[in-house]
């Protein structure tokens, strides 16, 4: 008997946000007039060839009228680490920053990860299939030899060789990854915007707990 053992691989978490479709309707009008209005003095351009819009105001999480959004978005989270069996009771968890994203037709956000965080989100406030996300192995596989992943080398593409792994772009879903996964988004190809928005979380230990190689609770630390 031979068995393919799938080690080491990312974990990726997607669900679907209760009652998005009432959190949806109280948000969107927030976010076309305040947030991501083109000539909005909180807007601003992350990529000069994808010129997608993002919000300057990367703490959207701490803005009230966003509650009932962050109160689910936690527990997708929580519900994330519990799946990948994290002791909860040793962590506290934050999320440190949190910002929306406005994709129009012909937009894209590039190849990028987020190096000051553990895990981050997405949530689709307003999405169909417009530009799709897509997280990249930046290691692709190399085996020994640098065989390159593509065709015509590989007889067919599955989790256990393939290089690049797209998630739908669909409203109301959010996605939780880990935050050093290389990931983008395809082209908005669609005549309506994609609007989401996005975050980072950081987990450190509770206060009294010690680790070595963790993040040490923020009441321990002493500003310089």
């Known amino acids: 008997m031979t068995n393919i ?28 007039k305040d947030v991501t209005a083109t000539n909005s003095q909180y807007a601003r351009t992350t990529d000069i060839k994808a010129k997608d819009l993002q919000s ?16 689910e978005i936690t527990q997708t989270i929580i519900a994330a680490l519990h799946g990948q069996h994290y002791d909860l009771e040793l962590f506290e968890i934050y999320i440190t920053k949190s910002w929306a994203t ?15 965080s553990h895990f981050s989100f997405v949530y689709y406030v307003e999405a169909d299939d417009q530009g799709n996300l897509f ?16 065709d015509p080398y590989f007889k067919k ?47 450190t230990m509770r206060k009294g707990i010690k680790s070595e ?6 009441t321990t630390w002493k500003k310089l």
């Open 102 to 116: 406005y994709s129009n037709k012909d937009q894209f956000i590039s190849y990028h990860r987020h190096m000051t």
């Open 56 to 71: 300057i105001d990367d703490n959207l999480h701490l803005d009230n009228r966003f509650n009932k959004l962050y109160n």
């Open 135 to 150: 997280f990249i192995d930046d290691e692709a596989h190399k085996v020994g030899l640098n065989i390159p992943k593509r």
């Open 213 to 218: 190689h963790n993040m040490p609770s923020p």
């Open 5 to 32: 053992s799938k080690w080491f691989g990312y974990p990726i978490y997607i669900s679907q946000i209760q009652n998005y479709e009432e959190i949806n309707k109280e948000i969107l009008p927030i976010l076309k």
């Open 157 to 203: 593409w599955d989790e256990v060789n393939f290089a690049k792994a797209e998630y739908p772009a669909k409203t109301g879903n959010i996605v939780v990854f880990p935050s050093m996964l290389f990931h983008e988004t395809g082209m908005n190809k669609k005549e309506n915007p994609r609007i989401s928005i996005s975050g980072d979380v950081l987990l």
